[in-house]
């Protein structure tokens, strides 16, 4: 009850983890490629999620250790994917449009054109 | 200015109770439980946004209240707004009476839920959880957090980011020209 009852890194990296087990479930049982990528996007979120609390779990390390209220780097890492995944979903859903311009489909499985 | 030399200040979490981060947690895992079942990609889409909003909150529990701004602005506004705007752009009215998942959704299935065995594994491993992530209650005000974060961004001495803050703005001019190749009829 006690391990309920006080948040530490460890529930934050449990949530993380099944955040991320979704966004895979997400990905790889899906077929209407919008919603692939947003599975992405919450593997993503789960990654951010992660990176926040260690970073928090660093600020209260000491300074010796390389902790300390300075220790940033996790949400400053955390920026950095936000971008990419801004940057992802903009060229995602470019390639999506121009596919559905050519193809009249958002299926994943009917973009066959490379199998053998 | 060092970061570093900033003044810690014992506080106790006010609002990062247990509550609010079960709360907040329930609601992500049933967002994201939606994004994957919802048949309607504008619902997935509500339900992310809905996850993403709670997961401002838990950056806000873990005192990154930059890191909650850029998440509310930029994750659940702007990326979100472009998610909504594709989904009306083309047309899923076929794809709605479809099946919606793929054939290989057993083995999708299995393998993800291997990775959740590997994960369950190695927390289950971290049996003295209390000594390998102890409970942190320094902080400092968070006033602080944005200013911290820019020195980090963009400091010429104390900037170890500056670089990598270059590269980023580089990639999404790409992704910019990227998209606008892509979504255009003929080049």
Redesign the interface.
């Known amino acids: 009850m006690d391990a309920m009852l006080h948040i530490t890194t460890l529930h934050y990296l449990v949530l993380g983890a099944a955040l991320f087990l979704l966004g895979v479930i997400g990905v790889l049982t899906r077929r209407n490629v919008v919603i692939v990528l947003m599975s992405i996007e919450l593997i993503l979120n789960a990654v951010n999620l992660n990176l926040v609390a260690f970073s928090r779990y660093w600020q209260g390390m000491p300074a010796r250790l390389g902790g300390g209220p300075g220790a940033l780097h996790g949400q400053v890492f955390a920026i950095f994917v936000i971008t990419d995944a801004a940057a992802e979903a903009a060229v995602g859903l470019g390639i999506l449009i121009a596919f559905f311009r050519n193809k009249e489909t958002v299926n994943v499985d009917e973009v066959n054109l490379l199998k053998w | 200015m060092?970061?570093?030399?900033?003044t810690?200040v014992a506080t106790n979490p006010p609002v990062?109770t247990?509550f609010f981060?079960y709360l907040l947690?329930a609601t992500?895992?049933i967002g994201?439980?939606l994004?994957?079942t919802?048949k309607n990609?504008i619902h997935?889409?509500m339900a992310?946004i809905t996850?993403?909003l709670a997961?401002a909150g838990?950056?806000l529990?873990?005192?990154?209240p930059?890191?909650a701004g850029?998440?509310i602005i930029?994750?659940a506004g702007?990326?979100m707004v472009?998610?909504l705007f594709?989904?009306m752009?083309?047309?899923?009215e076929r794809?709605m009476k479809?099946?919606?998942?793929?054939?290989?959704?057993l083995?999708?299935?299995i393998?993800?839920l291997a990775?959740?065995g590997l994960?369950i594994s190695v927390?289950l491993k971290?049996t003295n959880?209390?000594a390998?992530?102890?409970?942190?209650?320094?902080?400092?005000v968070e006033g602080?957090?944005t200013q911290?974060?820019a020195a980090?961004?963009f400091d010429r001495g104390a900037g170890q980011?500056m670089f990598?803050f270059e590269i980023?703005s580089l990639?999404?001019l790409?992704?910019?020209i990227?998209?606008?190749?892509?979504?255009k009829?003929r080049i």
């Open positions: 060092n970061p570093v030399a900033m810690p990062a247990p981060f947690a992500m895992i994201g439980i994004v994957i919802r990609a997935s889409a992310l996850a993403l997961q838990l950056y529990m873990l005192y990154a930059f890191v850029v998440q930029l994750y702007g990326i472009l998610f594709v989904i752009l083309i047309n899923l794809n479809e099946r919606q998942f793929n054939k290989q959704w083995v999708g299935g393998a993800a990775l959740g994960f927390y971290t959880a209390k390998l992530f102890p409970d942190g209650r320094l902080s400092y602080q957090n911290a974060i980090l961004l980011y990598a980023a990639l999404l790409v992704a910019i990227g998209a606008v190749v892509m979504a009829k």
